[in-house]
């Protein structure tokens, strides 16, 4: 499946592409000057965590994970799914 969303990030529009694949999903930021990837990670005890590659679990990627969650639950509500 790949999806397409926005969300709003330090004062930009920023494009995210959602990448699943057969082990987790990828969201794929487009910002201003760069590209991230976020991935969504459930561990043992059922806690998400939103880790940056390259990078692992940073404060900005925490906020970026709830700013994603916030645009998919208002996406997928509106659609009634």
Avoid: C
Wanted: net charge negative.
């Amino acid at each position: 499946m790949r999806d397409n969303f926005t969300i709003s990030w330090n004062g930009s529009r920023v494009i995210v592409d959602l990448v699943e694949n057969s082990q987790v999903p990828v969201y794929v930021l487009h910002m201003p000057k760069s590209k991230k990837e976020i991935i969504s990670h459930i561990d043992e005890t059922g806690v998400e965590h939103w880790l940056e590659r390259g990078k692992g679990e940073t404060t900005e990627s925490a906020k970026i994970g709830a700013l994603i969650e916030m645009a998919m639950y208002k996406h997928y509500n509106h659609w009634g799914i």
